[in-house]
């Protein structure tokens, strides 16, 4: 089955902090994963891709296949960055996206 | 054209009754998808568009709903006899295809929220 699980609901933090957000997921095949995020009040929107391998606003996600994850990272959090954080999974032959439940993160000053 | 526009934005309806929601997608993209978001949820995919051809349906999309893209630009998503359960935050994508099993990115509008009372 095609899955994405974030296990965590919340993760707080101070500004300044490391953050790590989780994201396993369950594909057969070769996957395409995705973090997207939504600020407060905003739209959905793509924050990164694995493919592409860059760094967005500090973010980066590296696929790891052997533990079928895809953690999101960033060395020191901003207060901006609190926001609804989901991974999410691209299911090619259907062309649709699976999404994890999501996390919010939680940047203190 | 400023991004994937929704209408309305919310909508309260009673146990029963029908409701349709409109989607405009980014002008030039071919590929129009629906989701459905419940409290603490991730979005779910209800339904795909490729041009004006319904080309995927999930088995959530029960047969109280259906969506159309008649001329393969807006669409629209309608629930008939509607439920409680059904009340959601609506989301439409759209993306611009560059090849049959490759990503493109879907922009997202920024949602219907459905509630039945």
């Known amino acids: 089955a095609q899955r994405v699980t974030q296990p965590e609901k919340l993760l707080s933090v101070f500004k300044g902090a490391p953050v790590e957000l989780k994201c396993n997921y369950s594909?057969?095949?070769?996957?395409?994963l995705f973090w997207y995020v939504q600020y407060s009040r905003q739209r959905l929107q793509l924050l990164l891709r694995?493919?592409s391998r860059e760094s967005i606003k500090g973010f980066t996600a590296d696929l790891n296949k052997g533990e079928t994850s895809f953690h999101l990272k960033k060395p020191f959090a901003q207060e901006e960055d609190s926001a609804m954080y989901y991974c999410a999974l691209f299911s090619g032959g259907y062309n649709k996206l699976i999404f994890g439940a999501g996390t919010r993160l939680a940047v203190h000053p | 054209d400023t991004g994937v526009s929704q209408d309305p934005r919310h909508k309260i309806t009673k146990r029963g009754q029908n409701v349709t929601f409109r989607c405009d997608p980014i002008s030039e993209h071919n590929r129009l998808y629906w989701y459905r978001q419940t409290l603490g949820q991730g979005p779910e995919f209800l339904t795909y568009?490729?041009?004006?051809?319904?080309?995927?349906k999930s088995r959530l999309l029960s047969d109280r709903f259906s969506a159309e893209r008649p001329k393969g630009s807006f669409s629209t998503l309608e629930i008939q006899r509607t439920e409680q359960g059904d009340s959601a935050m609506y989301l439409c994508?759209?993306?611009?295809?560059?090849?049959?099993?490759?990503?493109?990115?879907?922009?997202f509008g920024p949602g219907t929220r459905l509630t039945v009372l």
């Open positions: 568009f490729q041009n004006e051809a319904q080309l995927e």
């Open positions: 994508a759209s993306s611009l295809e560059s090849g049959r099993d490759s990503y493109n990115e879907q922009f």
């Open positions: 594909y057969s095949g070769s996957p395409e």
């Open positions: 694995h493919i």
